[in-house]
Protein backbone atom coordinates (compact mmCIF):
# COMPACT_ATOMS: atom_id res chain seq x y z
CA UNK A 1 0.00 0.00 0.00
CA UNK A 2 0.67 3.71 -0.40
CA UNK A 3 0.28 5.49 2.57
CA UNK A 4 0.23 9.58 2.00
CA UNK A 5 0.89 12.03 4.52
CA UNK A 6 2.29 15.47 6.25
CA UNK A 7 5.14 14.60 8.14
CA UNK A 8 3.24 16.12 11.23
CA UNK A 9 1.43 13.48 10.88
CA UNK A 10 4.35 10.67 11.17
CA UNK A 11 3.83 12.01 14.58
CA UNK A 12 0.31 10.32 14.60
CA UNK A 13 1.75 7.03 12.88
CA UNK A 14 5.09 6.13 15.19
CA UNK A 15 3.57 3.70 17.45
CA UNK A 16 1.31 1.52 14.33
CA UNK A 17 4.52 2.08 12.38
CA UNK A 18 7.04 0.53 15.19
CA UNK A 19 4.38 -1.80 16.74
CA UNK A 20 2.68 -3.06 13.81
CA UNK A 21 4.49 -2.59 10.55
CA UNK A 22 8.24 -3.26 11.69
CA UNK A 23 9.53 -6.13 10.15
CA UNK A 24 10.01 -7.23 13.38
CA UNK A 25 6.53 -7.29 14.57
CA UNK A 26 3.92 -8.33 11.79
CA UNK A 27 6.38 -6.58 8.78
CA UNK A 28 4.42 -5.02 6.44
CA UNK A 29 5.92 -3.60 3.34
CA UNK A 30 4.51 -0.54 2.26
CA UNK A 31 5.38 3.14 1.06
CA UNK A 32 5.40 6.48 3.16
CA UNK A 33 5.09 8.98 0.85
CA UNK A 34 6.14 11.91 3.57
CA UNK A 35 5.47 15.86 2.53
CA UNK A 36 8.07 17.79 4.05
CA UNK A 37 6.41 20.50 5.96
CA UNK A 38 9.06 22.92 7.73
CA UNK A 39 12.25 21.38 5.57
CA UNK A 40 14.94 23.23 7.09
CA UNK A 41 15.90 26.40 5.48
CA UNK A 42 12.35 26.62 4.03
CA UNK A 43 10.05 29.22 5.11
CA UNK A 44 7.15 27.56 7.21
CA UNK A 45 4.91 28.37 10.10
CA UNK A 46 5.67 27.59 13.34
CA UNK A 47 3.85 24.37 13.81
CA UNK A 48 6.21 22.65 11.23
CA UNK A 49 9.49 24.50 11.78
CA UNK A 50 10.06 21.38 14.51
CA UNK A 51 8.61 18.84 13.26
CA UNK A 52 10.64 19.53 9.50
CA UNK A 53 13.65 19.98 11.17
CA UNK A 54 14.23 16.61 13.27
CA UNK A 55 12.09 14.88 10.67
CA UNK A 56 14.80 12.84 8.60
CA UNK A 57 16.63 12.32 12.20
CA UNK A 58 13.39 10.75 13.58
CA UNK A 59 13.56 8.36 9.98
CA UNK A 60 16.72 7.42 11.15
CA UNK A 61 16.23 6.83 14.79
CA UNK A 62 12.83 4.62 13.52
CA UNK A 63 15.46 2.22 11.27
CA UNK A 64 12.73 3.65 8.51
CA UNK A 65 15.07 3.46 5.69
CA UNK A 66 13.68 6.63 3.36
CA UNK A 67 15.21 8.14 -0.02
CA UNK A 68 14.19 12.51 -1.01
CA UNK A 69 12.00 12.30 -4.17
CA UNK A 70 13.55 13.81 -6.90
CA UNK A 71 11.82 16.58 -8.77
CA UNK A 72 12.67 15.08 -12.05
CA UNK A 73 10.08 12.39 -13.17
CA UNK A 74 12.33 10.13 -14.56
CA UNK A 75 14.33 9.97 -11.58
CA UNK A 76 11.83 10.10 -9.14
CA UNK A 77 9.65 6.85 -11.17
CA UNK A 78 13.28 4.86 -10.80
CA UNK A 79 13.47 6.06 -6.66
CA UNK A 80 9.62 5.02 -6.03
CA UNK A 81 10.26 1.82 -7.90
CA UNK A 82 13.25 1.13 -5.70
CA UNK A 83 11.62 2.02 -2.46
CA UNK A 84 8.73 -0.64 -3.47
CA UNK A 85 11.10 -3.22 -3.91
CA UNK A 86 13.04 -2.22 -0.88
CA UNK A 87 9.76 -2.47 1.27
CA UNK A 88 9.76 -5.68 -0.16
CA UNK A 89 12.98 -7.00 0.85
CA UNK A 90 12.82 -5.80 3.99
CA UNK A 91 9.09 -6.39 4.79
CA UNK A 92 8.37 -3.07 6.40
CA UNK A 93 7.90 0.43 5.55
CA UNK A 94 9.94 2.40 3.08
CA UNK A 95 9.20 6.83 3.05
CA UNK A 96 9.36 8.95 0.21
CA UNK A 97 9.78 12.32 1.02
CA UNK A 98 8.62 14.74 -0.77
CA UNK A 99 10.08 18.34 -0.83
CA UNK A 100 7.06 22.06 -0.96
CA UNK A 101 6.36 22.21 -5.32
CA UNK A 102 7.66 19.20 -6.11
CA UNK A 103 4.36 18.00 -7.32
CA UNK A 104 1.86 20.35 -9.60
CA UNK A 105 -0.93 21.59 -7.49
CA UNK A 106 -3.77 19.40 -6.38
CA UNK A 107 -7.42 19.52 -7.73
CA UNK A 108 -9.59 18.69 -5.18
CA UNK A 109 -13.07 16.71 -5.91
CA UNK A 110 -16.03 18.99 -5.55
CA UNK A 111 -18.02 18.14 -2.44
CA UNK A 112 -21.62 18.96 -3.34
CA UNK A 113 -23.13 20.98 -0.22
CA UNK A 114 -25.86 23.22 -0.51
CA UNK A 115 -26.04 24.94 2.85
CA UNK A 116 -26.22 28.75 3.29
CA UNK A 117 -23.33 29.14 5.52
CA UNK A 118 -19.37 28.80 4.66
CA UNK A 119 -17.14 28.12 8.21
CA UNK A 120 -15.88 31.87 7.93
CA UNK A 121 -19.32 33.31 7.89
CA UNK A 122 -20.18 30.61 11.00
CA UNK A 123 -17.29 31.21 13.05
CA UNK A 124 -18.14 34.94 13.10
CA UNK A 125 -21.69 34.14 13.71
CA UNK A 126 -20.74 32.28 16.74
CA UNK A 127 -18.11 34.71 17.90
CA UNK A 128 -20.57 37.53 18.15
CA UNK A 129 -22.47 35.76 20.53
CA UNK A 130 -19.99 34.84 23.10
CA UNK A 131 -19.85 36.19 26.85
CA UNK A 132 -17.06 38.58 27.50
CA UNK A 133 -15.50 36.07 30.04
CA UNK A 134 -16.14 33.81 27.72
CA UNK A 135 -12.44 31.90 26.29
CA UNK A 136 -12.25 30.06 22.89
CA UNK A 137 -9.79 26.98 21.76
CA UNK A 138 -10.14 27.18 18.09
CA UNK A 139 -8.46 24.12 16.45
CA UNK A 140 -5.55 24.11 13.72
CA UNK A 141 -5.52 25.31 10.04
CA UNK A 142 -8.70 27.62 8.15
CA UNK A 143 -10.45 27.97 11.28
CA UNK A 144 -7.68 30.08 13.76
CA UNK A 145 -6.66 32.43 10.43
CA UNK A 146 -10.48 33.19 10.32
CA UNK A 147 -11.25 33.68 13.42
CA UNK A 148 -7.84 35.88 14.07
CA UNK A 149 -8.68 37.93 10.62
CA UNK A 150 -12.52 38.72 12.87
CA UNK A 151 -11.06 39.91 16.01
CA UNK A 152 -8.61 41.95 14.07
CA UNK A 153 -10.74 43.66 12.20
CA UNK A 154 -12.97 44.63 14.91
CA UNK A 155 -10.08 45.32 16.80
CA UNK A 156 -11.14 43.22 19.68
CA UNK A 157 -7.86 41.62 20.74
CA UNK A 158 -6.87 38.34 20.77
CA UNK A 159 -6.41 37.37 24.29
CA UNK A 160 -9.46 35.03 25.09
CA UNK A 161 -8.76 33.08 21.73
CA UNK A 162 -6.27 30.40 21.36
CA UNK A 163 -5.07 29.01 18.53
CA UNK A 164 -4.57 25.37 18.32
CA UNK A 165 -2.15 25.81 15.24
CA UNK A 166 -0.58 22.03 15.39
CA UNK A 167 -1.85 19.31 16.98
CA UNK A 168 -4.85 18.20 14.96
CA UNK A 169 -7.70 16.75 16.31
CA UNK A 170 -6.43 17.87 20.29
CA UNK A 171 -8.55 21.66 20.55
CA UNK A 172 -11.28 19.75 21.95
CA UNK A 173 -9.22 18.15 24.82
CA UNK A 174 -7.47 21.36 25.13
CA UNK A 175 -11.10 23.03 26.12
CA UNK A 176 -11.93 19.99 28.03
CA UNK A 177 -9.03 20.80 30.41
CA UNK A 178 -9.64 24.76 30.52
CA UNK A 179 -13.37 23.97 31.29
CA UNK A 180 -12.51 21.50 34.51
CA UNK A 181 -10.03 24.15 35.95
CA UNK A 182 -11.98 27.00 35.77
CA UNK A 183 -15.51 25.78 36.04
CA UNK A 184 -17.14 29.47 36.48
CA UNK A 185 -16.14 30.58 33.00
CA UNK A 186 -17.71 29.71 29.66
CA UNK A 187 -15.39 27.84 27.19
CA UNK A 188 -16.16 27.21 24.02
CA UNK A 189 -14.52 24.63 21.29
CA UNK A 190 -14.41 25.79 18.11
CA UNK A 191 -13.26 22.41 16.13
CA UNK A 192 -13.66 20.85 12.39
CA UNK A 193 -15.08 17.98 11.07
CA UNK A 194 -11.45 16.40 9.79
CA UNK A 195 -9.89 17.11 13.01
CA UNK A 196 -12.73 15.66 15.25
CA UNK A 197 -12.11 12.40 13.19
CA UNK A 198 -9.18 12.20 13.42
CA UNK A 199 -9.27 11.74 17.20
CA UNK A 200 -12.86 10.68 17.98
CA UNK A 201 -12.18 8.81 21.20
CA UNK A 202 -12.05 12.43 22.80
CA UNK A 203 -16.02 13.04 22.29
CA UNK A 204 -16.54 10.15 24.64
CA UNK A 205 -13.72 11.50 27.50
CA UNK A 206 -15.46 14.92 26.82
CA UNK A 207 -18.79 13.61 26.73
CA UNK A 208 -18.15 11.39 30.24
CA UNK A 209 -16.69 14.57 31.96
CA UNK A 210 -20.15 16.74 32.73
CA UNK A 211 -18.34 19.98 32.23
CA UNK A 212 -20.99 22.35 32.14
CA UNK A 213 -19.32 25.17 31.63
CA UNK A 214 -17.93 23.66 27.65
CA UNK A 215 -20.03 23.97 24.50
CA UNK A 216 -18.32 22.11 21.68
CA UNK A 217 -18.91 23.36 18.11
CA UNK A 218 -17.71 21.42 15.64
CA UNK A 219 -17.56 23.64 11.57
CA UNK A 220 -18.40 20.71 9.42
CA UNK A 221 -17.45 21.49 5.86
CA UNK A 222 -16.78 17.63 4.54
CA UNK A 223 -13.03 18.58 3.76
CA UNK A 224 -9.73 19.27 4.83
CA UNK A 225 -10.12 22.94 3.99
CA UNK A 226 -6.71 23.72 5.19
CA UNK A 227 -4.48 20.85 3.40
CA UNK A 228 -5.83 20.70 -0.09
CA UNK A 229 -9.74 20.17 0.37
CA UNK A 230 -9.99 16.16 0.48
CA UNK A 231 -13.34 14.81 1.30
CA UNK A 232 -13.66 13.48 5.03
CA UNK A 233 -16.97 11.51 6.05
CA UNK A 234 -18.43 14.20 7.91
CA UNK A 235 -21.17 14.82 5.82
CA UNK A 236 -21.91 11.11 6.09
CA UNK A 237 -22.00 10.36 9.40
CA UNK A 238 -24.20 11.58 12.52
CA UNK A 239 -22.11 13.57 14.72
CA UNK A 240 -25.15 14.79 16.89
CA UNK A 241 -25.91 11.09 17.59
CA UNK A 242 -22.29 10.25 18.37
CA UNK A 243 -21.60 13.12 20.88
CA UNK A 244 -25.19 11.78 22.90
CA UNK A 245 -24.05 8.19 22.67
CA UNK A 246 -20.89 9.26 24.12
CA UNK A 247 -22.47 11.39 26.84
CA UNK A 248 -23.37 14.55 25.56
CA UNK A 249 -25.79 15.88 27.71
CA UNK A 250 -27.57 17.39 24.19
CA UNK A 251 -26.17 17.96 20.42
CA UNK A 252 -27.42 19.50 17.51
CA UNK A 253 -27.24 19.91 13.77
CA UNK A 254 -27.53 23.41 12.66
CA UNK A 255 -27.25 25.02 9.20
CA UNK A 256 -28.05 28.87 9.24
CA UNK A 257 -27.08 31.74 11.50
CA UNK A 258 -30.58 31.72 13.09
CA UNK A 259 -30.03 28.04 14.25
CA UNK A 260 -26.57 28.42 15.50
CA UNK A 261 -27.42 31.49 17.54
CA UNK A 262 -30.71 29.42 18.93
CA UNK A 263 -28.56 26.29 19.03
CA UNK A 264 -25.90 28.44 21.47
CA UNK A 265 -28.91 29.43 24.09
CA UNK A 266 -30.16 26.69 24.66
CA UNK A 267 -26.70 24.95 25.30
CA UNK A 268 -26.25 27.43 27.57
CA UNK A 269 -28.97 26.57 29.64
CA UNK A 270 -27.90 23.03 29.30
CA UNK A 271 -26.72 20.63 32.57
CA UNK A 272 -23.92 19.65 31.19
CA UNK A 273 -21.39 19.42 28.19
CA UNK A 274 -23.21 20.45 25.04
CA UNK A 275 -22.08 19.86 21.16
CA UNK A 276 -23.49 21.99 18.00
CA UNK A 277 -22.39 20.49 14.83
CA UNK A 278 -22.80 23.44 11.88
CA UNK A 279 -23.07 22.19 8.49
CA UNK A 280 -21.42 24.92 6.17
CA UNK A 281 -20.29 24.81 2.42
CA UNK A 282 -16.65 24.16 2.06
CA UNK A 283 -14.00 26.30 0.72
CA UNK A 284 -12.52 29.68 2.16
CA UNK A 285 -10.85 33.25 0.93
CA UNK A 286 -8.01 32.95 -1.08
CA UNK A 287 -6.44 35.89 0.80
CA UNK A 288 -7.07 34.74 4.10
CA UNK A 289 -4.32 35.77 6.54
CA UNK A 290 -2.22 34.04 8.78
CA UNK A 291 -1.85 35.33 12.49
CA UNK A 292 0.49 37.88 12.69
CA UNK A 293 1.45 36.79 16.41
CA UNK A 294 3.72 34.13 17.72
CA UNK A 295 2.42 31.14 19.18
CA UNK A 296 4.30 32.28 22.42
CA UNK A 297 2.54 35.37 22.53
CA UNK A 298 -1.10 33.67 22.12
CA UNK A 299 -0.03 31.43 24.89
CA UNK A 300 0.88 34.55 27.45
CA UNK A 301 -2.15 36.98 26.41
CA UNK A 302 -4.19 34.30 26.82
CA UNK A 303 -2.73 32.87 30.22
CA UNK A 304 -3.16 36.80 31.21
CA UNK A 305 -6.87 36.82 29.94
CA UNK A 306 -7.32 33.69 31.97
CA UNK A 307 -5.39 34.90 35.56
CA UNK A 308 -2.66 32.16 35.59
CA UNK A 309 0.09 34.23 34.60
Known sequence: PLVYLQNSGLGNVVNPLLSLASPEVYGTPM????????????????????????????????????????EDMVEAEVQTKAAAQQARDINGPVALVVKKNTFDKYAAPEVEADLPLGREEAIIAAAETLEDNAAVICTTGMPSRELFEFRARNEAGHDRDFLTVGGMGHASQIALGLAMSQPARPIYCFDGDGAVLMHMGSMAITGQSNAKNLIHLVFNNGVHGSVGGQPTVGFNIDMPKIAIACGYASAQRVTNKKGLHSAITMA????????????????????????????????????KFLGVE
Open 31 to 70: LLMLGWRGEPGKKDEPQHVHQGRVMAKMLEDMDLPFVVLS
Open 268 to 303: RATDGVSFIEVQVRPGNRADIGRPTSTPEQNKVAMM
